[in-house]
């Protein structure tokens, strides 16, 4: 996982030092700043996006709540305050936490850890989107598809033929190099001259890999292991 950037917030020195030493003790964290002056920080946190901000409430010139608003990205929150009546005002902001001062490492870290599982939850999320689809060149043309439109691969010497049910794609490349790129995507290996994705297997036997349409692709004897981990 990610390190988690943080940057601190507080017009209370001592909250600082506390939110220093506490990050100190927690793995995967990276504090990245402390600010004394909500306007500096501000300042800081506009050209520098951070993952997760630690906030005080009731601040001179700027308190926490405007500074989140006043931000142009949407980092994490925490806010780190002794008021106790904007609990329903951090709730209507998406705020991942709202620890009320004194804060004990239990609680702080508890916080911290639910900032974690968020942005692993996040970034999986974008991942997933990413990988909807995938863009090749060919025939001199850059070509987007959608992944599950990827029926097989199948090598031809210094080229590659990606089957879709609408159409076939002749790629400049080595099956050895489009198994190592889209790997994390489903792609498995079933034979030295194809490549399967792996939702679309429905059955294998000694022979041959089925297909959800009906179609079947040889199998390969050295591939037989790691098809059977998918299953």
Not at 114 to 119: C, N, R, S, T
Not at 123 to 144: A, G, H, Q, T
């Amino acid at each position: 996982m990610a390190r988690l950037s943080i940057v601190g917030v507080d017009d209370e020195y001592p909250a600082l030092e506390l939110i220093e030493h506490y990050c100190s003790q927690i793995a995967d964290v990276e504090l990245v700043a402390l600010f004394q002056h909500p306007k500096e920080a501000l300042d800081y946190l506009t050209k520098n996006p951070i993952d997760l901000v630690i906030l005080d409430i009731n601040m001179p010139f700027i308190n926490g709540i405007d500074l989140l608003l006043n931000l142009p990205y949407k980092p994490l929150c925490i806010f780190l305050t002794m008021e106790t009546q904007y609990a329903v005002k951090a709730f209507e902001l998406d705020v991942i936490h709202y620890l009320v001062k004194p804060v004990d490492f239990a609680g702080f870290n508890k916080a911290i850890l639910k900032a974690k599982d968020f942005l692993q939850f996040r970034d999986s999320m974008e991942k997933k989107k990413k990988e909807e689809y995938i863009m090749f060149k060919s025939d001199y043309i850059m070509n987007k598809i959608l992944l599950a439109d990827v029926r097989w691969v199948q090598g031809c010497g210094e080229y590659i033929v990606l089957v879709t049910p609408f159409k076939k794609y002749m790629i400049l490349d080595r099956m050895s190099n489009f198994e190592e790129k889209y790997r994390d995507l489903g792609f498995i290996r079933i034979h030295k001259s194809y490549i399967v994705l792996g939702a679309h297997i429905t059955s294998y036997d000694m022979a041959y890999v089925h297909l959800k349409d009906g179609e079947k692709l040889p199998l390969g004897r050295t591939y037989k292991n790691q098809l059977k981990s998918l299953f």
